[in-house]
């Protein structure tokens, strides 16, 4: 017999630390780091609910959650890349100018 | 004992302490015959002098490792600096668990198989092998990084893009194995290429063979792929700053993944512990003898591998960088990717096992390849044609 | 500077769809390492074989000759030392306690370890003092231990004068005589 | 679930945001010393509350005490290390935890290839670009955060309400327990069908639009991102003046 509350209490945990590592950051690629940690979490969690209820389901739904991840990643840096070269940081605090 | 040992726990246990004794002397002897191959190719003699034949050579290259002044150069970033070697050698040790090296065996001659001769038989070995070979860049780049030395940077820089290139070409020659073998299990896969009707997959798929083949020196930062450690260019490459120890982990890390990659090839392509037509080389023979007999086979060509690794090496000259990335890119990944493309066409129409079937879209596809290089004259050389005109006349002149 | 009719561009070569391969060409080369492993190797194993040397103009190790009566032969005149490009001579010269010089070499040191083995001293030296012998295996465990000085060059000269003889001994005509056959040196009046 | 053990997990959590919140970097005086006391005690707490109240259950197994105690761990030190390079590693250490907690769910396919994708390609990436983009010394925006007390606190919220409501649900409601339809696995397994298959089975009859719109998107993010990068962008020639430190975050007025 298997419990699953402490895979989704693992998961949430990971998922409030990606949390506040993406809110209190300001290095652009730890930023984006946080949100791949979220998305572990999430992964852990869509994986034991499936297991709960006896299927796969939950694996399909992490494996395209995985190729979110790369596209998100592959974009993301490209951006982060681009950003840099214009300013020369990845201080987040320096693409700010949008605030209204 | 035996008793025991009918156990696959304590078997496998048995298994893992031999494979790394065995393993830890297969490298140190693999750097003696890398360099006798070299000094045979170079018309000289070798390492001769310590033991008879200098067989004891790889005890006094441990022991100068071993006590040599072991340097952590300042301004290095330590923790890192140190895992660096420590990963490069850990990742290339564990690949093995999954190696299938003699089948099944049946160990007091009941007639019922007791054990796998297998470190760990997890349904997914094969992708083991290349999540494993995944993590092994980890130790270049983490090293490059470390020594705070711009050339190792470089170093690290260009292995990183490197192995992301030649890691999808890779995995598309193993798909079409694993399409034609419809399995991951290493040993099925070894098993799906003897008896009746079946070959080993060399015939089948030579091209993707040679993709994998290809794909394994650029792995494992072998020339003419060693860009990462291209003395000529950046001194020492990743490992400039290390010494010592560190370097010899490095060092015996290389060839402990050089013998992973050709065991790997082996299962894949190769047949694994099989030959066909000898006896006591089939799946029915189960005997501790016929055990033994498949693992010399597994080692024998293993080590046939590794000869072509060195010969290989003392033959080509390096690939200059933008070729290496043209080569993958342009070159290995359509092929590789036609190829597992044509191989889901075999399983669809049943003929994944047939000879004049899959020999025959390899051969179509070498022609197609032949055809298409030589409508697309793109320029052998580096020469960036996009760049801004530069004069031709010196500065002075033009003042 | 280069110029522009120094500049020759080189067209590409065009290769054709198998050299693109680049595989034969590798073949190619595997078959030509894989015929040289089955060659004959020519090394020598160094300290118990050793090649054949030409005695005569290999420039070893230094030697001060020593004329007939077995004093040394120079005369501390520092055109080796002059002529040396690597400043490796170290000459101290006196009074000469001899009548057929006037003067001597109370101190001649050489650093083996800063000598480039040229030969200019050979050349230099006006009464054929120093010579290079075919002796090359000089070892030391200390950088002292390699500066050579009179007496050192002197032992050499003792071992290695059965194996190349003084070229040129007549060094009896050099008081003034006028009997000077043989000697090469540019240097010849002093 | 009773009352006083969910108050316990509160207090754990809340030491382990504190843990957090200390070491996050901060500017002054370091409180790394801290903030690692109060995290190796956060976990050590939590991990002797789950063990009590999950002993004897497969939930007590050792194995997923280790990779949890480790993913949280190198989570943590991802969000807080002040080198971009670190972060990345622990977050490998942070993936090889998770890859045998998949494993013991039976997911092996997905576990090795988190791995493959993860570790080995995502990864290599971002240290890739933190290579590019780092050289030399460590700027202050690393040494910084953002609003560290008020992200770690809703950190902590969302982590009590999520465990409260765990803890608040009767047993038999079926979340908190044991694998309800575990029969359903174990059938899986009786049939002699390993995880892969029955993944990719899945994948390519139930799924398989899915699988084409995730390739599709694949291919789209792949064509954007070298259209991205294709082009030059100039640099901006003034680069905006770094902020003065310790006046960043709230202090600083945009306008």
């Known amino acids: 017999m298997n419990d699953i509350a402490p895979y989704i209490i693992l998961s949430a945990l990971l998922f409030a630390i990606g949390m506040v590592g993406f809110l209190s950051r300001r290095n652009l690629i730890v930023i984006f780091l946080s949100t791949e940690i979220m998305f572990q979490g999430v992964v852990l969690n869509l994986v034991a609910m499936g297991r709960m209820h006896g299927h796969v389901n939950g694996q399909i739904f992490a494996l395209f959650l995985l190729s979110i991840a790369a596209v998100e990643a592959g974009l993301a840096l490209g951006l982060v890349v681009l950003l840099y070269r214009r300013k020369g940081t990845l201080d987040a605090e320096h693409w700010s100018s949008m605030w209204g | 004992m035996v008793e025991l040992l009918k156990d696959q726990f304590w078997f496998s246990a048995l298994m893992t302490v031999g494979i790394v004794v065995a393993l830890l002397t297969a490298q140190a002897y693999s750097i003696y015959f890398e360099r006798k191959i070299s000094a045979w190719i170079q018309d000289r003699i070798g390492p001769n002098r310590v033991g008879p034949l200098g067989l004891l050579q790889p005890l006094a290259d441990g022991g100068k490792f071993l006590l040599k002044e072991d340097i952590i150069p300042a301004n290095v970033d330590k923790p890192l600096f140190l895992l660096a070697p420590m990963i490069a050698f850990g990742v290339a040790m564990i690949g093995f668990a999954v190696l299938p090296w003699g089948g099944n065996v049946d160990l007091d001659a009941d007639g019922a198989v007791d054990v796998a001769a297998q470190v760990a038989d997890p349904g997914i070995g094969l992708l083991y092998i290349l999540g494993i070979g995944s993590l092994s860049v980890y130790g270049v780049v983490l090293g490059g990084w470390a020594n705070n030395n ?219 390849t032949l055809v298409i290089s030589q409508l697309r004259q793109t320029p052998v050389t580096g020469r960036q044609t996009n760049m801004p005109a530069i004069s031709l006349t010196s500065p002075a002149k033009a003042r | 500077m280069i110029d522009d009719q120094d500049i020759i561009i080189v067209d590409e070569p065009e290769l054709t769809a198998t050299e693109r391969l680049y595989l034969p060409q590798i073949i190619d080369g595997m078959r030509t390492t894989l015929r040289h492993m089955f060659k004959k190797t020519i090394t020598l194993q160094y300290p118990e074989q050793k090649r054949e040397q030409r005695i005569e103009n290999y420039r070893g190790v230094h030697r001060l000759n020593r004329d007939e009566e077995g004093r040394v032969a120079c005369v501390a005149c520092f055109m080796c030392q002059t002529a040396c490009p690597a400043h490796c001579i170290h000459i101290v010269g006196t009074e000469s306690p001899w009548d057929d010089r006037e003067k001597y070499p109370l101190q001649f040191d050489i650093d083996e370890l800063r000598c480039i083995y040229c030969g200019m001293c050979e050349e230099a030296c006006p009464v054929d003092a120093i010579e290079l012998t075919p002796e090359y295996d000089l070892v030391g465990r200390t950088r002292d231990e390699m500066i050579l000085d009179k007496e050192k060059l002197l032992e050499v000269f003792d071992r290695t004068v059965a194996l190349k003889p003084r070229k040129n001994p007549k060094i009896s005509g050099y008081a003034g005589t006028g009997d000077r056959d043989g000697c090469q040196s540019a240097g010849g009046g002093q | 679930m009773n009352t006083e053990w969910s108050f316990m997990v509160y207090a754990t959590f809340a030491l382990g945001a504190a843990a957090v919140y200390f070491l996050l970097p901060h500017t002054g005086r370091s409180t790394k010393t801290a903030g690692h006391v109060l995290g190796v005690a956060a976990l050590a707490a939590t991990m002797v509350l789950c063990a009590s109240k999950f002993l004897g259950t497969e939930g007590a197994n050792i194995f997923f005490y280790l990779s949890a105690v480790v993913a949280v761990g190198s989570a943590v030190k991802v969000i807080t290390h002040e080198k971009p390079v670190y972060s990345a590693l622990y977050f490998v250490l942070t993936v090889l935890a998770i890859t045998p907690l998949l494993i013991l769910q039976e997911a092996e396919f997905l576990a090795v290839a988190l791995v493959i994708i993860y570790a080995g390609a995502i990864l290599v990436t971002y240290v890739f670009v933190i290579m590019l983009s780092q050289q030399g010394g460590q700027p202050m925006h690393d040494r910084q955060s953002r609003e560290p007390f008020l992200a770690v606190f809703g950190g902590f919220v969302t982590m009590a309400a999520i465990a409260g409501q765990m803890a608040a649900l009767p047993e038999e409601k079926g979340i908190v327990g044991d694998f309800a339809v575990a029969a359903a696995t174990t059938a899986i397994n009786d049939r002699g069908v390993d995880n892969t298959s029955l993944v990719g089975t899945a994948m390519m009859t139930e799924y398989v639009v899915a699988f084409e719109v995730a390739g599709v998107l694949l291919l789209i993010a792949m064509v954007g991102a070298i259209a991205m990068s294709k082009k030059r962008v100039p640099a901006e020639t003034a680069l905006t003046p770094m902020p003065v430190p310790g006046k960043v975050g709230r202090e600083v007025e945009p306008f």
Do not use: C
């Open chain 2, 150 to 368: 711009k050339y190792a940077f470089f170093a690290a820089m260009r292995s990183t893009a490197q192995m992301l290139s030649y890691e999808i070409p890779m995995g598309m020659a193993i798909v079409v194995v694993v399409i034609t073998a419809g399995t991951l299990r290493l040993e099925d896969i070894v098993l799906s290429q003897i008896g009746d009707g079946h070959v080993w997959n060399i015939v089948l798929h030579p091209f993707a063979f040679f993709i994998l083949l290809v794909t394994l020196f650029a792995e494992t930062n072998r020339t003419p792929f060693d860009l990462a450690e291209a003395e000529q260019e950046l001194v020492g490459g990743y490992h400039t700053e290390y010494g010592a120890l560190k370097f010899g982990m490095f060092f015996l890390g290389e060839y402990a993944h050089m013998i992973t990659g050709s065991g790997f090839i082996v299962v894949l392509f190769l047949g694994g512990w099989h030959l066909p037509g000898v006896p006591g080389l089939q799946p029915g023979d189960v005997s501790v003898g016929a055990m033994l007999l498949k693992i010399t086979v597994m080692a024998g060509k293993i080590a046939a591998f590794m000869f072509l690794f060195m010969w290989v090496r003392w033959t080509l000259p390096r690939f200059r960088f933008d070729q290496l990335m043209r080569l993958s890119w342009q070159g290995l990944l359509p092929i590789s990717m036609a190829l597992a493309g044509y191989a889901t066409v075999l399983v669809y129409l049943g003929k994944s096992t047939s000879i004049p079937w899959a020999l025959g879209g390899n051969i179509v596809l070498l022609a197609l």
